[in-house]
């Protein structure tokens, strides 16, 4: 049975941070790739970023030079640290996890069909 639980989320005004959680428990392995996608109302669910088991990342254009994907495999957690955060970050975030790095989209955030494990996410609200 594998978990997936999101915290960090919460208001802050633009410009502020936030680091975003993800404690993992179950069948994921050291080698799964995991990474951080969000969905704004009325939007499609988009990745954001992705981290694999060597520590190589992907992020989202949008996000490219503020947000930064970590993983503590010791500790079975995911992070997200977002910088400079603008009101379209508003949304609510999702941790996930796929099996390797395998499929057409290997592990980048477009593999979002790719990933069968989901948290149940957490609010991130910029104003």
């Known amino acids: 049975h594998v978990q997936l639980v999101e915290s960090g989320g919460g208001s802050v005004q633009a410009g502020g941070s936030l680091r975003l959680s993800c404690s993992y428990s179950g069948d994921i392995y050291y080698t799964a790739c995991m990474g951080w996608f969000r969905q704004a109302p009325g939007r499609e669910r988009e990745g954001v970023a992705v981290?694999?088991?060597?520590?190589?990342?992907g992020y989202a254009h949008s996000v490219k030079g503020r947000f930064t994907v970590s993983r503590d495999n010791a500790k079975n957690i995911l992070y997200l640290q977002m910088n400079n955060l603008k009101t379209e970050d508003t949304a609510m975030y999702y941790c996930a996890a796929k099996e390797g790095s395998g499929g057409y989209w290997g592990c980048s955030p477009e593999a979002r069909d790719d990933f069968g494990y989901w948290g149940q996410g957490t609010q991130v609200t910029v104003s």
């Open positions: 981290i694999d088991k060597d520590g190589d990342t």
